[in-house]
């Protein structure tokens, strides 16, 4: 069970008697349109209105209406509305007296308010009705606060999350009765709320963009009738309702187990707990390697070939060995949603197959857990910023339902994940026991749970952060396997790497502010003033330094915003992104000096500053009155404050003032952006050599698994990447079950330019001429995959001013608005869509079925020679006497196209093709390597008509 449906089954228990209906009537109504905008000419082609009252649905009312303008093929394949189904439909000023005397004394309700009321009163004012006004409810608002662990709001996905009949999506009559219900559902969560959230969620509701305030109100006025019956789980703490934490019982290991270790055992063990559990030769191969590396504490690599069932492979043997060693093994996945699926999934299923009990948790920064003291004071501060107060609103509902305080679970706005910096956990300012929540304290309780588990689930970094700190967050452990392990360099170079950007600085300076903004620095200030406290550096010489501070910052940018505009002038392909590696010959020009000495004023102020926040922390601590509970959680969001600010000036200092030379120092910024768009980052040179120091070297065995980490059967690249040696190493190559012969074909179009033998435009060009041919042999269900973001937009928008695909949708990463995830079920939800990708979509993406039936690589991925880490790289490799391309550049983007052909079958019964578009793969000698990469599949070469032909036949 999913952490949300998890989460929304518990919301259904609560329960407390004598409670009347809330009755009042609402009309629920949702429009299809043939654009956004209303006063640009849009109109209206579908209406649908649901009427509820006393919390039932009466009935509803549905037309078509003709918008007198052509329906875009867009809107068409979104709603299937054609022209053909309104032609005979009323225009909306012969409905709109009916629609009027509908709405009148209603409250007005629509996923999305601004939208479907601001688009109705356009066409109502049109029509002659005027002067109206509704009290609202937005659907979209009042499930972000009573469904905060929801992934997504968009009603389509609420729907399917939720369980709704939901026949056909975006048509207006199916919408508005599933928002109807969607209504009525989250009423009755609403009510069966503790009388304690409730009153508070009631108190900062009038603060909402709709009339939400009205509707707790009369849900808080029925409850107050009644007394309230709370579940045994549940406790009122200081006002705040919240789940109580259960610690569990110290470990039992009287049970004696053996690790079933002849196949039949395990294949016994497998069908008669898992319904429909097909036996995998690899899956049981790699459940003994996994063993095996354990129990002999040797390091291993597995590779584990799509369809393996590779979690479950090295889940059971993790089980049996911490409960046979009485050790807990850490399992450190790259991605949330793999530790959320690994817990919530696979333990659950582990917990029916295995003889024996364990226990299983998530464990990962401070700073991702609640501080419940913090977060208590803030409800107390009077500030009326929206995202705030909705922020505020989804903790109340969510602390009800949560056991882990993870704030991971929730979806905020990008304005509550500003609020989340403010009440963030990361230690305490004070002794912890002074803390009047320390007993309830989420992160402690993380902790005490993985102290107390067989196996323990973290990420990459956490992992990585925790061999680098002295203190240990994660529990003493010598056993660890790394799923996902081809990120795990480029997670190690992120964890070891630094970086400062203008927009962060700026920030930091915004949350600090000077004596007239009371912001923190104005509230400590008041502070000391009130303890009758005189620090050394005074508040006037401190606000001085702060202001001073600011302006540096922004002649320091300025002047590394020159250097990235000059590099750009410079360069003949112009991208708008620029990245500039700064070297010791960078620093020894005469232009570096400036910016050099204005770093060094940045550093003078910022360590002024620090020396003064610092002073005044302490002098308050060792003051001999006690700091009242609202000061104390000032002073504790202070302390944050101040740790995040000392790290600004270490920072400086390494990427600017005083840089190591194993270090890779560059800039960043966008060219239409500066200087906000500027950042100095820096990654070590050699992960690999931190990694066998510090990590490898102190444990007695690290598994690590992943589909993609050989060259040509080889796991060299990947063990020069890490620092690893093969002394005392598991290797263990496992292929895919699937007859890729039978699903799959590799095709080489053989009519493209050659790279190297046309202008950009002109490849371009042809690349745009192919996609869209064969975009109408497969009707959409495709997949294409860049390696650089200006041939991506480019391609892209060469197409949409063709015309040619106007019936399909074109949805293109940094061009269309949404994350991957959102990109990827805008793309499952369209029959005749095209996805564009770079970078992130080469791996990770997941479009099981007929969703997905074609896969374009546009170019063979190899890094850019030029970038920063890649060129310091080679400069070494070259030191050492060997060839950068087949040592580091080959290899690297073989596993690359690995990934990206991963993404095409996901499943025993899907079925596709992968087209390469880069004629290298076929004339080039080290083309083989990549062929020589992938599962087994027929390869077809030859002229685009002859692709198509093939194309068309196959799918």
């Known amino acids: 069970m999913s952490g949300f449906r998890r989460w929304l089954a518990l919301a259904l228990r609560f329960s407390y008697k004598g409670v009347d209906d809330v009755s009042r009537k609402y009309v629920v109504v949702d429009l ?48 299937g509305i ?5 032609a005979t439909a009323p225009a909306f000023k012969d409905i709109a007296v009916d629609i009027n005397e509908l709405l009148i004394d209603s409250i007005f309700v629509a996923h999305n308010v601004p939208f479907d ?112 019956n709370l579940p045994d789980d549940l406790e009122v703490y200081r006002g705040i ?48 390697t996994v063993y095996a590396a354990l129990n002999e504490d040797k390091h291993a690599l597995i590779e584990a070939g799509t369809g393996i069932g590779k979690s479950l492979a090295y889940l059971l043997p993790a089980l049996y060995f911490a409960f046979e060693h009485k050790q807990p093994v850490i399992i450190s996945t790259y991605t949330i949603q793999m530790q959320d699926q690994l817990l919530n999934n696979e333990m659950e299923r582990l917990s029916k197959i295995v003889p024996f009990p364990f226990r299983a948790t998530i464990l990962k920064g401070r700073s991702n857990y609640l501080n419940m003291l913090k977060f208590e004071q803030s409800l107390n501060d009077n500030e009326g910023h929206y995202d705030s107060v909705l922020t505020k609103m989804q903790l109340l509902v969510w602390l009800v339902f949560t056991d882990t305080g993870d704030m991971d679970e929730l979806n905020f706005s990008s304005g509550g994940h500003l609020y989340k910096q403010r009440i963030k956990h990361d230690g305490w300012f004070f002794q912890q026991e002074k803390d009047p929540w320390y007993s309830r304290d989420f992160y402690m309780h993380a902790r005490k749970l993985a102290s107390n588990a067989d196996i323990v689930i973290t990420n990459h970094s956490m992992l990585l952060i925790d061999t680098e700190t002295e203190v240990n967050v994660l529990p003493e452990y010598q056993y660890v396997i790394i799923d996902e392990a081809h990120h795990f360099e480029r997670a190690a170079r992120k964890c070891f790497g630094k970086k400062i950007e203008y927009n962060s600085l700026k920030f930091w300076i915004g949350r600090l502010g000077t004596l007239d903004k009371k912001l923190l620095f104005s509230r400590l200030e008041k502070m000391i003033e009130s303890k009758g406290l005189s620090p050394s550096i005074h508040s006037f010489e401190l606000d001085k330094a702060i202001i001073h501070l600011d302006e540096e910052i922004d002649d320091l940018f300025m002047l590394l915003s020159k250097i990235v505009s000059k590099n750009h002038r410079k360069k003949s392909q112009k991208s708008l992104k620029q990245q500039i590696r700064i070297t010791e010959n960078t620093r020894s020009e005469s232009k570096w000096n400036p910016l050099a000495m204005c770093a060094e004023r940045v550093f003078d102020y910022h360590r002024q500053i620090c020396k003064g926040l610092e002073e005044r922390l302490t002098s308050i601590k060792q003051h001999e009155k006690k700091p009242t509970e609202s000061e104390q959680a000032f002073l504790e969001e202070a302390n944050s404050f101040v740790k995040g600010w000392l790290q600004i000036g270490e920072k400086i200092k390494q990427l600017i003032l005083s840089p190591s030379d194993q270090e890779v120092i560059w800039l960043e910024g966008d060219v239409r952006a500066l200087p906000n768009s500027i950042g100095i980052f820096s990654q070590p040179k050699s992960p690999g050599d931190l990694l066998a120091e510090s990590f490898f070297a102190n444990k007695n065995s690290v598994v690590f698994t992943s589909a993609t980490l050989t060259v040509n059967n080889s796991f060299n690249f990947f063990l020069s990447e890490l620092g690893l040696k093969r002394d005392q190493l598991l290797e263990k190559i496992i292929a895919s079950p699937f007859d890729y012969r039978k699903i799959a074909k590799l095709m080489i179009p053989s009519d493209l330019p050659e790279i190297r033998g046309a202008s950009h435009d002109e490849y371009i060009e042809a690349i745009a001429g192919h996609l869209i041919a064969i975009a109408d042999a497969t009707e959409g269900r495709m997949l294409v995959l860049f390696t650089s973001y200006d041939m991506l937009s480019k391609t892209y928008n060469l197409m949409k001013d063709t015309g040619a695909l106007d019936d399909f949708v074109m949805l293109a990463q940094g061009i269309t608005a949404g994350s991957r995830s959102r990109l990827t079920k805008s793309f499952q939800q369209f029959n005749k869509a095209i996805l564009f990708g770079t970078s992130s979509f080469w791996e990770g993406v997941d479009i099981p079925g007929k969703d997905l039936s074609c896969l374009v690589i546009v170019r063979l991925p190899f890094s850019p020679p030029d970038e920063p880490i890649t060129e310091a790289i080679y400069e070494d490799i070259k030191k050492s006497g060997k060839n ?70 196959w799918l």
């Open 32 to 79: 299809e349109t043939t654009g956004n905008t209303h006063d640009r000419g849009d109109k209206i082609i579908q209406i649908s209105a649901v009427v509820v009252e006393n919390l039932k649905i009466i009935s509803q009312y549905t037309t078509f209406v003709n918008p007198g303008v052509p329906i875009p093929p867009f809107i068409e394949e979104l709603t």
């Open 82 to 86: 054609h022209d053909g189904m309104v």
């Open 117 to 228: 009321l601001g688009f109705l009163q356009g066409e109502l004012n049109e029509a002659g009705f005027h002067n109206f006004s509704f009290e609202s409810v937005d659907t979209v608002e009042l499930s972000k606060i009573l469904l905060p662990e929801a992934p997504s709001y968009k009603l389509s996905e609420l729907s399917e999350m939720l369980g709704f009949d939901h026949e056909n999506p975006h048509q207006a009559d199916s919408d508005a009765l599933v928002t109807a219900e969607l209504l009525l559902m989250l009423i009755e969560k609403a009510r069966k709320l503790p009388l304690v959230t409730l009153e508070k969620l009631t108190h900062m509701a009038f603060q909402l963009k709709s009339d939400i305030g009205s509707l707790f109100q009369s849900i808080l006025t029925d409850k107050r009738k009644s007394i309230e």
């Open 241 to 288: 309702a919240m789940k109580k934490k259960i610690i569990p019982e110290a470990k039992s290991y009287e049970l004696h187990v053996d690790y079933p270790s002849n196949t039949d055992e395990k294949i016994g063990l497998l069908t008669r707990k898992m319904n429909g559990y097909k036996p995998r030769q690899g899956q049981i191969e790699m459940m003994d």
């Open 884 to 953: 950068p391309f087949s040592v580091h550049s080959l290899p690297e983007a073989v596993i690359r196209f690995k990934q990206g052909f991963g993404r095409l079958i996901r499943g025993e019964t899907d079925r596709g093709v992968v087209i390469v578009l880069d004629r290298r793969i076929d004339t080039a000698t080290y083309g083989r390597a990549f062929l020589r990469s992938i599962p087994d599949v027929p390869v077809v070469r030859g002229p685009l008509k002859e692709i198509i032909s093939t194309i068309e036949k």
